[in-house]
């Protein structure tokens, strides 16, 4: 889809449809004041009607074609909500929800009225309605036949008023557009099946990331982390015939010798659980159990072209989960790159075990910080539900500004604590660590493991996206199956000058 910006009358601008927005219980102003007197009324008799009240997501299409000569054949009101609860989701949720409705009535050429919204720059806002409209129209159709009428927006134009707007609202566009790319990227890996992302497929599309934005892409093969020490990660591959892959990636938009933020993130690219073999129902939907490494990949992706001034490593740790003859099983020890054992309860908790050895990979890079993401645990689905990232970490400056940049896109990330008390049920009688205990804050205990391999001295944030990974229902701007989850959080955090 081609996206641009404009500066003009977005009445008198030729296109299928023009996109218009309106608060919830205020009174007409602007560009929708003047529509409505353009139409004779019809905008105020609908408001009159109690038809549309400008709540979220709520729409009124009107056709224009008569009235509006040479300007768009339709009119698209769509509720923001009330003017002082306004945030970027708001804007996002508008976007989407407007450019899937436009879609699905067949409009290939759509024009949306975009200003400075309560508190938000018109960059910040441009980007915002980019976001929208490109992750709701995202599709994942890979595996389907070929719909020869699909149906399909060509151009989005994002229109300010004035002039002045227009370079503002160009860099918005421009980084929603970025973003929106990667978060696609990221989606695109995660919605395919296993069979076809596989850990070698999925450092192919690392290191095609790479060839694309300029990243440096290497990938350790399973000699590679042998040598290296890394026990724990290799366990987890013994029972898969596919091999695994530490892919790393590197982008240099810092100042040369300053220390890089490192991004770990978890890739089991089909966690059946092993021998500790998960149920039946709902086990397909272990394909997703790689969004942590989807997400690193998409966040490196985007940084080197949106050309952050950060240094920044991605590790991606990706590996099967299988039962085989060759799979690790409960009770064998294991020990990780940083020397400490590790007795398996349940081959099931694969995550932290892989988790584990690139955390102590990361030592090497001197790392200023280091945040990793992971599909962890299915108890942080039951404490926080599909709303929030469990946050957990040793450092409360990196927890408040991952928090910040949470509540900004609306990937929003909840604290849980992190006591020394937590640690305890993870200690071995055989081995230094065990790798599960009970269900008791069965997150909590994860993070508590996963910090016993953080090299030493260093800020680390661990987030657990269990429950926010994959969307059941489908929302304005998160299509069904793959969110994308926390692709736009790190870059927030990382835009906000980390
Ligand atoms: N990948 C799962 C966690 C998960 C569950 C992600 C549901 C998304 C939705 C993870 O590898 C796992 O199986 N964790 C176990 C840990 C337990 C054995 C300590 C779990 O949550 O039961
Ligand atoms: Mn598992
Ligand atoms: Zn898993």
Redesign the pocket.
């Known amino acids: 889809m081609d996206l641009k910006v404009k500066a003009g009358d977005i009445l008198k601008d030729k296109s299928d449809a023009a996109v218009l927005t309106a608060f919830e219980g205020e009174a007409m102003s602007g560009i929708l004041k003047d529509a409505d007197k353009a139409l004779g009324g019809v905008i105020s008799d609908g408001v009159k009607s109690g038809e549309f009240t400008g709540k979220p997501g709520e729409m009124l299409l009107l056709h224009t074609a008569k009235e509006l000569k040479g300007g768009p054949a339709r009119l698209l009101v769509v509720g923001l909500g009330k003017k002082d609860k306004l945030k970027a989701d708001s804007l996002m949720r508008a976007s989407g929800t407007a450019a899937r409705k436009l879609r699905k009535l067949g409009c290939k050429e759509v024009v949306f009225s975009v200003d400075e919204s309560a508190g938000l720059t018109i960059t910040r806002s441009a980007m915002h309605w980019a976001q929208g409209a490109l992750l709701g129209l995202y599709t994942y159709d890979t595996f389907k036949a070929v719909d020869k009428d699909k149906k399909e927006i060509k151009k989005l134009t994002l229109m300010v008023a004035d002039r002045s707007a227009l370079k503002g609202a160009e860099e918005g566009a421009k980084t929603g557009r970025l973003i929106s790319e990667s978060v696609c990227y990221a989606r695109d890996m995660i919605n395919a099946p296993a069979n076809e992302m596989t850990p070698t497929i999925m450092a192919e599309r690392a290191k095609r990331a790479a060839k694309d934005v300029g990243l440096r892409y290497k990938s350790l093969e399973a000699s590679d982390c042998r040598k290296l020490g890394m026990g724990s990660f290799l366990a987890v591959a013994a029972g898969s015939v596919q091999p695994p892959k530490l892919i790393t990636l590197e982008y240099s938009g810092g100042k040369r010798g300053e220390k890089p933020v490192v991004l770990v993130g978890k890739a089991?690219t089909f966690?059946s659980?092993g021998i500790s073999i998960?149920p039946v129902s709902g086990m397909e939907k272990m394909k997703y159990?790689m969004s942590g490494g989807a997400a690193v990949i998409g966040v490196m992706r985007a940084a080197a072209a949106l050309k952050l001034p950060v240094n920044l490593v991605g590790l991606v740790p990706a590996s099967e989960?299988l039962p085989s003859g060759s799979a690790y099983k409960p009770g064998d020890v294991v020990r990780a790159m940083n020397g400490k054992t590790i007795e398996i309860i349940s081959t099931?908790?694969?995550?932290r075990m892989v988790l584990a050895d690139a955390l102590c990979y990361s030592e090497r890079y001197k790392p200023r910080a280091i945040i990793d993401i992971a599909t962890l645990t299915g108890g942080c689905v039951v404490a926080l539900g599909d709303q929030a990232i469990g946050l957990m970490g040793n450092d409360s400056a990196l927890n408040s500004a991952i928090l910040d940049a949470g509540s900004k896109t609306f990937e929003r990330a909840w604290e849980l604590p992190m006591w020394d008390e937590f640690l305890e049920p993870m200690k071995g009688d055989v081995s230094d660590l065990r790798n599960a205990a009970g269900r008791e804050a069965q997150t909590i205990t994860a993070g508590k493991f996963l910090e016993e391999f953080v090299p030493k001295g260093v800020a680390w944030a661990h987030l657990d996206i269990a429950g926010v990974a994959w969307e059941e229902k489908g929302m304005a701007y998160i299509p069904k199956g793959a969110r994308g989850t926390g692709v736009r959080l790190l870059l927030e955090y990382l835009m906000a000058g980390a």
């Open positions: 089991i966690d659980g998960k159990d989960n099931d908790a694969e995550g």
